[in-house]
């Protein structure tokens, strides 16, 4: 009979029907990258630190949280999509690994160690397979508040964190920024807790904060992008904030910064809801919150070209990264950033899948056998799971390249283009030939599905 409980770095879990974290997943939790000396994450997690001195840094936050921390204690609806088992990894019905470092707010505020925080850790989700997408990723998660008690009706809450927000370094980018800080619908006030005027400014100093941020890197993404390429953009750095929506935060925003052509999303970020204050045992706080992704950040940084190379023990990855000896930030010395200069790309070798999802009584799609733990819908990330479970990061992506429907039958056919590519050696036809075929009996022992 299956194991009734599952240790990961010596905590037992129990395990029910809800467990849909295969072992490749578990194993990448000893990696700890972005605290390996001289790893890219690790580096640009150091740059971004260096923007807040004073903020208490927490790097060593383990991935195995509960449903509680993760979703609800954020607000996140009973229904969100987030919570789904295709988006999510669960151990068991109440225990999940982050997905996202969020999941550590409440518990942070509670603490109250600090006005200011840091959160640097490895996230999890079910995903694409492509080269801007692993199922393991890092993320950094800061926060400031100020505490309503230290202000009278003299010197204003709104007055003092202005006065923090003139304190602040100034910059020279162009931001655009059209909205308004409050829209009654798209992005409104939190009436019952804030007013307006508070609003205002912790929105100010949310923006300046992460604007400063973003000059930070994108200084030393140019600067390493003019070292090597003499017609690299010495043009001015352009950055947007735009409306959005998270259930932790109102109002909320995402920072935009054109490169290479395209708007980029950096960060997500928001005044805090107060209801996760108050929960936390601090009603009397107030104060904003951001998280940003560090491989997308390290990716332009560095102009790493694939996510796969973050996990590669190759030196000849490695050894191109260097952290300054010493404190950078304290000596004064400048990040050395440099380009990654590529190993000679190996070809590729793609090769098709096609087969028949399920039959059903839903059009939407198979339902996926009860051997896997609740019966459920075909999800592609289903198909993606299996396909890093075979294959591993030997697959650079996965793309649906046929979809159809029989005439006659309603039955549903899609095809997949698994591209094989290893970033180390050229593989020979036989190996992707193995592998893709260890792929297609597994696609149908695990999904149910019927080969064509
Ligand atoms: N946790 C959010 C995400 O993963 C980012 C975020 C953090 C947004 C904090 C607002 C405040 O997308």
């Known amino acids: 009979s299956p194991p009734k409980t599952i240790t990961i770095e010596g905590r037992t879990y129990p395990l029910d029907s809800h467990m849909n974290t295969p072992p490749a997943i578990l194993a990448n939790i ?94 999890y989700r079910r995903d694409a397979v492509d080269r801007s997408h692993y199922p393991v990723f890092h993320q950094m998660e800061g926060a400031q508040t100020w505490d309503r008690r230290n202000f009278s009706p003299y010197v204003s809450l709104a007055d003092a964190i202005w006065a923090d927000v003139e304190a602040l370094p100034k910059h020279d980018i162009d931001v655009e920024d059209p909205n308004p800080t409050i829209h009654p619908e ?42 090597t390429d003499e017609t690299a ?10 409306e959005a929506f998270f259930p932790f935060t109102s109002p909320s925003w995402e920072l935009e910064v054109f490169w290479q052509g395209d708007w980029l999303e950096v960060l997500g970020c928001g005044v805090t809801k107060q209801d996760i204050l108050i929960d936390a045992g601090v009603p009397e706080r107030v104060g904003w919150a951001f998280g940003l ?8 940084l560095f102009d790493i070209p694939d996510i796969r190379l973050f996990w590669s023990k190759d030196a000849r990855f490695l050894s191109q990264f260097k952290e300054p000896d010493g404190k950078g930030e304290e000596s004064g010395m400048m990040w050395d950033v440099k380009r990654f200069q590529s190993f000679s790309k190996y070809p590729a070798a793609p090769r098709d899948v096609a087969f028949w999802l399920p039959s059903t009584t839903s ?49 549903k056919s899609l095809c997949y283009r698994v591209n094989y590519r290893s970033l180390e050696r050229t593989f020979t036809a036989e190996e992707v030939n193995a592998l893709h075929e260890k792929l297609r009996k597994r696609l149908t022992e695990d999904l149910g599905v019927e080969l064509r």
Not at 373 to 389: K, L, S, T
């Open 363 to 411: 059009p939407a799609g198979g339902q996926l056998p009860a051997t896997s733990g609740v019966p459920r819908q075909f999800h592609e990330n289903d198909v993606m799971e299996v396909v890093r479970e075979v294959a591993g990061s030997a697959v650079e992506d996965v793309r649906l390249v046929d979809e159809f429907v029989h005439p006659k039958t309603g039955r």
């Open 233 to 242: 953009s010495r043009e001015p750095l352009r950055v947007r904030w735009v």
């Open 186 to 227: 798209r992005n409104p006030l939190q009436r019952a807790h804030h007013s307006p005027e508070e609003v205002e400014a912790i929105a100010a100093h949310l923006k300046r904060s992460l604007e400063l941020v973003v000059v930070e890197i994108f200084t030393h993404a140019q600067r390493a992008a003019a070292g």
């Open 30 to 123: 000893p990696r700890r990258l972005h605290l390996q000396k001289d790893h890219p994450l690790s580096i640009t997690r150091q740059i971004i630190e260096s923007r807040f001195p004073d903020h208490k840094r927490h790097n060593a936050l383990f991935p195995v949280v509960s449903v509680h921390q993760n979703f609800d204690s954020l607000g996140f609806a009973p229904d969100h999509p987030g919570r789904a088992p295709s988006d999510t990894y669960y151990i068991n019905k109440d225990t999940v690994l982050r997905t996202h470092t969020s999941a550590h707010e409440a518990d942070t505020f509670r603490a109250n160690e600090s006005a200011g925080y840091l959160i640097s850790a490895d996230v």
């Open 293 to 300: 992704g560090l491989e997308r950040i390290a990716m332009l």
